[in-house]
């Protein structure tokens, strides 16, 4: 099992940078793949990034590459989402997840363990 809470969200303006924090705690943590989502109002959950705590390999979503870095502390539990050159359209709930399958790592589907989400406003 694993739990997850995220912290870091806030207001920010259009090019402007956040760090979004999720804390993990439990018996599998070393072994899954975390991942981050985004879900704005009357859209889907959307995936942001991921990587692999033993490894740190990372995957990007096209509409966040070159501008968000995911990245992890081992001695925290800690993994994180540095999000530079924000634009209003990144404005959403983000969420931290942690599943098992890396083959399937774009899929809410595949996630098990959520955090309760962290609210990102970014203003034009």
């Known amino acids: 099992q694993a739990q997850l809470v995220e912290s870091g969200g806030g207001l920010v303006q259009a090019g402007g940078s956040l760090r979004l924090s999720c804390a993990a705690s439990?018996?599998?943590?070393?072994?899954?793949?975390m991942g981050w989502f985004r879900q704005a109002p009357g859209q889907e959950r959307e995936f942001v990034a991921a990587l692999t705590w033993t490894t740190g390999v990372t995957y990007y979503a096209d509409s966040v590459k070159g501008r968000f870095i995911i990245s992890r502390d081992n001695a925290k539990n800690t993994v994180y989402v540095q999000m530079n050159s924000l634009k209003p359209e990144d404005t959403a709930v983000y969420y931290c997840a942690a599943g098992r399958s890396w083959i399937t790592v774009t899929m809410a589907e595949q996630y098990a363990y959520w955090g309760q989400g962290t609210q990102v406003t970014v203003s034009s």
């Open positions: 439990g018996r599998e943590v070393g072994s899954l793949v």
